[in-house]
């Protein structure tokens, strides 16, 4: 068996944990993550971790942030005056929020810092920045 390639789709389980060993996510105790191969689903350190991979093969990968969500970037920071909230909204660190970008859609922010009338917002991903850790087990491959 030649196992998981681009094309297939694969089933896995797996548990995702930061270099503290803290865990971030998991599927236990859910359904497997289904994914084809190849097409960017997933991150591209855990799909390349699971090439060659065949039903039942486990494996452990560490992934630095450019293989996972990207380095955290300063561009992504940005300060908006607390009156330009809806009425009704009243901002505190750590809360998600979703912004309509000028241009359309829609990108989601964390409230970072508050200092008076200037609320921080970040928008790089939540995990960017972070080197991660995945056991992942392959529950099924279907080839392509």
Same mark, same amino acid.
Do not use: C, W
């Given at each position: 068996?030649s196992?998981a390639?681009?094309?297939d789709?694969?089933k896995?389980?797996?548990?995702?944990?930061?270099?503290?060993g803290?865990?971030?996510?998991?599927?236990?105790?859910? %359904?497997? $993550?289904?994914?084809?191969?190849?097409? #960017?689903?997933?991150?591209?350190?855990?799909?390349e =971790? &699971? !090439? *060659?991979?065949n039903?039942?093969?486990?494996?452990t990968t560490?992934?630095e942030?450019?293989?996972?969500y990207?380095?955290?970037?300063?561009e992504?920071?940005?300060?908006v005056?607390k009156a330009?909230?809806?009425?009704?909204i009243?901002p505190?660190v750590? %809360?998600? $929020?979703?912004?309509?970008q000028p241009? #359309?859609g829609?990108?989601?922010v964390?409230?970072? =810092? &508050? !200092? *008076?009338?200037t609320v921080?917002?970040?928008?790089?991903?939540?995990?960017?920045?972070?080197?991660?850790?995945?056991?992942?087990?392959?529950?099924d491959?279907a080839?392509?």
């Amino acid at each position: 068996m030649s196992g998981a390639k681009t094309g297939d789709t694969v089933k896995v389980h797996y548990t995702g944990q930061f270099e503290d060993g803290s865990v971030f996510d998991t599927s236990q105790g859910k %359904d497997p $993550l289904e994914f084809t191969v190849g097409t #960017g689903q997933v991150i591209r350190g855990f799909e390349e =971790a &699971i !090439e *060659g991979l065949n039903t039942g093969d486990s494996t452990t990968t560490t992934i630095e942030a450019p293989e996972a969500y990207g380095e955290r970037l300063e561009e992504l920071l940005f300060q908006v005056d607390k009156a330009r909230f809806p009425e009704g909204i009243v901002p505190s660190v750590g %809360d998600q $929020l979703q912004l309509n970008q000028p241009e #359309g859609g829609m990108v989601d922010v964390v409230v970072s =810092a &508050i !200092e *008076g009338d200037t609320v921080t917002l970040d928008a790089n991903h939540p995990l960017a920045g972070r080197v991660l850790t995945f056991k992942i087990t392959v529950v099924d491959v279907a080839d392509a």
